[in-house]
């Protein structure tokens, strides 16, 4: 009996000790950047289009030229109020100290300078998929953006979610490098899907979440409660949005829907950083959206 | 009790009155309040449908066409909404209200909204019969106002 119950110590230290192994931050190596040299011009189309602007602006600022990145933005969820963070180049309250490597760590693993896990209200589950030279592109356009003093807030977040270890967890379950549309066949589909399932993040709004905050891929874009509070964001599957690539290409550059309604809510925002992208680029989100599983608008909650 | 504290109870009395009326409005009222202004942001995006479809080529640039489609638009943005914003007709609040409480407690801020779509309609109104360029210069501002209010005021539809 004794040697049992030691057995049963020592198999549970041992998950215990691989639990806390696998939940470790992980850090990207060097040699994810190694060569790669940022271009700041093309560094802000892939601003615009992982639409840093909207979390990260300080609050009630919703256009400035350039962007003031100096965050306090509150997101009220089930697990806490996050507040986004400074990351404007000021060496001390925002990341300018920060090597391009912690920089690119941070949006595609999650892990800041000192080695801490980040909350997944920054989507970095998504942006894992982005390609590191857009990613050095990035960095270098946002150490050209004005520095501010202002300092980051403490996230609010409520136990047992103030258990930074436990996103680690979080991130096995839901930091994946998969594409949710396996298939595109052509360029622009391909592209397509880099924008929407990378850069842009959409289905962070648009794909309802299961009870630990990941994302339902069987529900790809297809509608969810609101995470700013009332109302719902819409299901933009074909097996619901019917709009026309063209129709697409125009809400997402004017903001106008077909019958002339205009862009409301946090897609506002959206719009205003989608309108400043290539046309091309805004092309292909049109026919990515076309080609995802249609997912009927029955399946959804009702509107509420 | 003196004159002064007479008046200061009456007035009292009168603003307890019309807060009460004020708060009074029934369910059907709250719901003809929304009815009324998604009736007028249908002709504002009928107005603005004729010159952005101008503006992007669609339909051909039409001097008289486009005049007649800013004025109108300056007409419906301009008519007094008092009517439309009936407190207590937000979301939850009134049949098919997609306005956010905030239309309310940011009254200021979203009456300056307001104000600006006005100056964007005038804006268009003086621009649209000049030439198509003058039109395409002036839809921004328009979309911008609309899309300016819309991000704080209003909630996603479904």
């Known amino acids: 009996m004794g040697r049992l119950l030691r057995w049963l110590v020592v198999i549970a230290l041992l998950a215990a000790g691989a639990g806390w192994f696998l939940t470790r931050p992980q850090t990207l190596p060097e040699s994810t950047i ?80 000192r080695g801490q896990h980040l909350y997944p209200a920054f989507p970095y589950g998504t942006y894992a998929k982005a390609a590191p030279q857009d990613m050095v592109d990035l960095v270098a356009y946002l150490r050209t953006l004005p520095p501010d003093a202002t300092p980051s807030q403490p996230q609010a977040v409520s136990f047992p979610f103030s258990i930074r270890r436990a996103v680690g967890g979080w991130k096995l379950l839901f930091l994946s490098e998969n594409w ?17 399932e990378a850069l842009g993040h959409c289905g962070e709004c648009h794909t309802p979440r299961n009870i630990l905050g990941g994302p339902e891929r069987s529900q790809w874009l297809a509608g969810a409660p609101n995470p700013d509070g009332e109302g719902r964001i819409p299901n933009i599957t074909p097996g619901a949005l019917t709009w026309s690539e063209a129709d697409i290409v125009t809400y997402l550059s004017t903001g106008f829907t077909p019958d002339f309604d205009s862009a409301g809510g946090s897609m506002a925002g959206v719009v205003r950083n989608i309108s400043q992208l290539p046309p091309e680029d805004i092309t292909a989100i049109a026919a990515y959206l076309k080609a995802v599983p249609p997912i009927a608008a029955a399946a959804t909650a009702p509107a509420g | 009790m003196s004159r002064v504290s007479k008046i200061i109870s009456l007035s009292l009395a009168a603003a307890i009155g019309a ?54 638009l300056l007409a419906t943005v301009s008519v007094d909404q008092t009517p439309f914003w009936l407190p207590g007709s937000e979301n939850g609040m009134a049949n098919d209200s997609f306005a956010a409480p905030a239309v309310w407690t940011n009254a200021a801020d979203f009456e300056a909204k307001g104000a600006a779509m006005i100056a964007a309609a005038e804006a268009m109104n003086a621009a649209a019969g000049v030439d198509l360029a003058a039109l395409q210069a002036a839809l921004p501002a328009v979309g911008g106002s609309c899309g300016g209010c819309h991000e704080l005021y209003k909630i996603p539809e479904n």
């Open chain 1, 180 to 196: 949710v549309l396996q298939d595109a066949p052509t360029p622009q589909l391909e592209r397509g899907r880099y924008l929407v």
């Open chain 2, 19 to 72: 807060t009460v009326v004020y708060a009074q409005a029934t369910q059907d009222e709250l719901n003809a309040a929304v009815e009324l202004r998604h009736a007028n942001m249908k002709e504002r995006g009928a107005s603005v449908g004729v010159l952005a479809k101008m503006a992007q080529g669609e339909t051909p640039y039409d001097a008289a066409a486009a005049s007649a489609a800013a004025a109108a």
């Open chain 1, 34 to 113: 190694a060569g790669l040299a940022g271009d700041p011009v093309h560094g802000r189309d892939v601003f615009n289009a992982a639409g840093c602007a909207s979390c990260h602006s300080v609050p009630d600022v919703a256009v400035s030229d350039p962007p003031i990145l100096a965050g306090g933005q509150e997101f009220n969820t089930d697990f806490g109020t996050f507040v986004a963070p400074n990351i404007t180049p000021d060496p001390e309250h925002g990341i300018g100290a920060w090597t391009d490597l912690q920089i690119v760590t941070a949006i595609m693993r999650g892990v800041d300078d």
